[in-house]
């Protein structure tokens, strides 16, 4: 199992400024990915991140307002730029068990936009 | 490509039982199942492989329809502490990331 430590748990933002998210895991793993759940609705893929390479990102998810950093296997950073009202959600890292069996959460960052 | 999953939502009274359905149009190569209480994250419950296996944790048990590429997460005799939303995750032989479907949500009544 992965223990994933996340960062911060939640966060009242003026629009035009960003938000990174941080998100330790307590293993080495390949990827990780993170997540956007917007209320009420169900998770969506924002990127998946590799150490050592580029990020990849979803279809309508970009770099330039989703910046993704990997420094090393255990860390990850998500950048929200620019904030809009919009922007307003849930955002989760995640990471997979041995062999994809099965994603670990973490507790998510509950970001408004105001 | 998202699963699509069904019912959107089913109240059930402690003792009741409940299907919960998942299909996807890929070729899947395994399909979990996860719970999420409101302002927590997501729970893992299980995973089923490609093969047609069925699963079992407690009275929540699940099959998998590898030739329809279906899984259904079969809730029974249900409780209190069954309440959330049920999401299914597919994971396609093609793809290293998990679909998630729209969600079920479910509350069970005393």
Known sequence: ?114 | QQPVQSPQAVILREGEDAVINCSSSKALYSVHWYRQKHGEAPVFLMILLKGGEQKGHDKISASFNEKKQQSSLYLTASQLSYSGTYFCGTWTSRDYKLSFGAGTTVTVRA
């Open chain 1, 1 to 114: 199992s992965a223990v994933i430590s996340q960062k911060p748990s939640r966060d009242i933002c003026q629009r035009g400024t960003s938000l990174t998210i941080q998100c330790q895991v307590d293993s080495q793993v390949t990827m990780m990915f993170w997540y956007r759940q917007q209320p009420g609705q169900s998770l969506t893929l924002i990127a998946t991140a590799n150490q050592g390479s580029e990020a990849t990102y979803e279809s309508g998810f970009v770099i330039d307002k989703f910046p993704i950093s990997r420094p090393n296997l255990t860390f990850s950073t998500l950048t929200v730029s620019n904030l809009s009202p919009e922007d307003s959600s849930i955002y989760l890292c995640s990471v997979e068990g041995e062999w994809y069996t099965e994603a670990f959460f973490g507790q998510g960052t509950r970001l408004t936009v105001v």
